[in-house]
């Protein structure tokens, strides 16, 4: 089993709709998540992070945290075509120092 | 300016070349990381360091070597190239201070091994 899993799409949505990402992890000693957006050719830049279990919400975003389940989503509300990218969700591991494995991304295309 | 920055952007190269990619910050976080990226693998850590004096293994290190010249420098080496070392290498940064804290990204070396 990978330790991070996420689907790796495309995940297709018309503009307007809620954008659905989902990621799994294998280490339950995991404390902190984090969501990238990385666009084609691009650096990835964060989006959200989440420590607790439950949801934060940040403007559009909304994280949400089950650590019973190992399970982290990215729910994007109103999707936009800007928002069309692959997201990384990143949780952090106590291999390797308790730095950070990625999962695979998972491709988001927003249809106008 | 960018605070993560990269050199060179694109690189290619010959099979058994001795190259180096070289990772500059100006965050003046301590730790600092090495990641290739290839389609459908995400992030790959190839190699981190914590500060000028620590140097650690990531999960793919082989072939691979790295140099922690400051605070600011972080370059990575690889000896003797290899068709399967193509792909995109970012640089990343993190504040030791906030545990778990966000990682800053440069904005990568493309390279092409033939």
């Known amino acids: 089993q990978k330790e991070v899993e996420q689907n790796s799409g495309p995940l297709s949505v018309p503009e307007g709709a809620i954008a659905s990402l989902n990621c799994t992890y294998s280490d339950r000693g995991s404390q902190s998540f984090f969501w990238y957006r990385q666009y084609s050719g691009k650096s990835p830049e964060l989006i959200m992070s989440i420590y607790s279990n439950g949801d934060k919400e940040d403007g559009r975003f909304t994280a949400q945290l089950n650590k019973a389940s190992q399970y982290v989503s990215l729910l994007i509300r109103d999707s936009q075509p800007s928002d069309s990218a692959t997201y990384l969700c990143a949780v952090n591991t106590y291999n390797y120092g308790q730095n950070f494995v990625f999962g695979p991304g998972t491709r988001l295309s927003v249809l106008p | 300016d960018a605070d993560v920055t990269q050199t060179p952007r694109n690189r290619i190269t010959k099979t058994g070349k001795r190259i180096m990619l070289e990772c500059s910050q100006t965050k003046g976080h301590d730790r600092m990381y090495w990641y290739r990226q290839d389609p459908g693998l995400g992030l790959r850590l190839i190699y981190y360091?914590?500060?000028?004096?620590?140097?650690n293994k990531g999960e793919i290190s082989d072939g691979y070597s790295v140099s922690r010249q400051a605070q600011a420098k972080f370059s990575l080496s690889l000896e003797s190239a290899i068709p399967n070392q193509t792909a995109l290498y970012f640089c990343a940064t993190s504040d030791l201070v906030v545990a778990g804290g966000e990682q800053f990204f440069g904005p990568g070396t493309r390279l092409t091994v033939l």
């Open positions: 360091s914590f500060d000028v004096k620590d140097i």
